[in-house]
């Protein structure tokens, strides 16, 4: 199933998107980060986890990016909750960077996102509620924090008696 499929098939459920290079070290931490803080504090069947891998450092051909995120997966396990994507035209991130207002025009990665339970993937992708990030020329506000990440995450959930 497509991510855009997938997050309207997932509404009434909290939704936490990251999108990163599976050859970026700050991604491969973000995404334990992520793991840590908030696929394992929170049990619940109201959050929904989507990994969205994108080759922006190494451009890497699909195959290469293939094994790349194959080799992170253990950093955030697929399960019912996380799904994992391999996006080669890194469409996701191409979507998000002029949300977020990414420099330059450049495409989103290192970026983890949270949406509530209403957020509704139409012609456009969705606004997050809350996002924080690992870029430079980004707001240092912003900067990635699991714990607040997950303060975040968990007041979304509260909306929804999770």
Known sequence: MQLKDRFNADVGKVRVLFIGDPTCPPCRHGASVIQENVVNRFAGDKLAVYVVWVPLLNLQ???TLQ???QQCAKL???GLRVTHYI???AYSGKKYGPILGVPYGSPAWDVYLAFGA???WAENAPSPVYWEHQLGGM???NYLDGPRFAEEVRKL???IGQ
Do not use: E
């Open 87 to 89: 996006d080669p035209a």
């Open 118 to 120: 209403d957020a509704h």
């Open 76 to 78: 955030i396990p697929p």
């Open 139 to 141: 707001p240092a506000k």
């Open 61 to 63: 051909d699909p195959p």
């Open 157 to 159: 959930l509260a909306k």
């Open 67 to 69: 094994r790349h995120a």
